[in-house]
């Protein structure tokens, strides 16, 4: 016998609008576009309680996404023109994944969720939006860089490989780095 729930599809697709909004939020920084969005978003969305949400809600994600970066681009057109790739970026990351700024997933995830959440969106304010952006879609979705590299030049009209996301993804991995020693260093 199935509940009127769909056996807690109901409370999955709650979550997912939960989830959606927090994305919504770090990637505009406004907290009240970021409802807007999502209620665009989830409006459009075809997710059924009943069935398996995750591919819907996969949908979704990568829905509010791309709509949150043309939103974006809207504001400021030059926001999202791919920087000239590199053969050297440098900077102070080796590697473009979390680890190399002395960050591991579950510390990450108590920046988005935990009492971490207001220092990290503060951060995250002060990037540069393309930086923001690609921040959000490697480190809080995982996406890899040709992921990445296809939803900006899908949703900003603008063409990014891989090597640029890669680029992007660890300047903004050094000044996350940067910014947690300084914190760091005001709190002792």
């Not at 398996?52 to 939103?71: C, F, G, K, P, Q």
């Amino acid at each position: 016998m199935v509940d009127s729930n769909c056996e807690g599809g109901l409370s999955k697709v709650h979550e997912a609008a939960g989830e959606l909004y927090q994305l919504a939020a770090l990637m505009l920084g406004d907290e009240t576009t970021a409802a807007d969005l999502v209620e665009t978003v989830v409006t459009k969305a075809d997710i059924d309680p009943c069935a398996d949400a995750e591919t819907s809600v996969n949908a979704a994600r990568i829905d509010l996404i791309e709509t949150a970066v043309a939103h974006l681009s809207r504001a400021n057109p030059a926001a999202f023109n791919a920087p000239a790739a590199s053969a050297n970026s440098g900077g102070c990351i080796d590697d473009d994944d979390l680890s190399s700024a002395g960050i591991s997933s579950a510390q990450l995830a108590e920046m988005v969720n935990g009492p971490g959440r207001r220092t990290l969106r503060d951060w995250l304010n002060r990037l540069p939006v393309a930086q923001r952006t690609v921040f959000v879609e490697r480190a809080i979705l995982g996406w890899d860089n040709a992921t990445a590299a296809a939803s900006l030049s899908k949703a900003a009209a603008r063409k990014w490989q891989p090597r640029q996301v890669s680029d992007t993804f660890r300047t903004a991995l050094c000044s996350l780095a940067t910014s947690l020693v300084h914190a760091a260093a005001s709190q002792a």
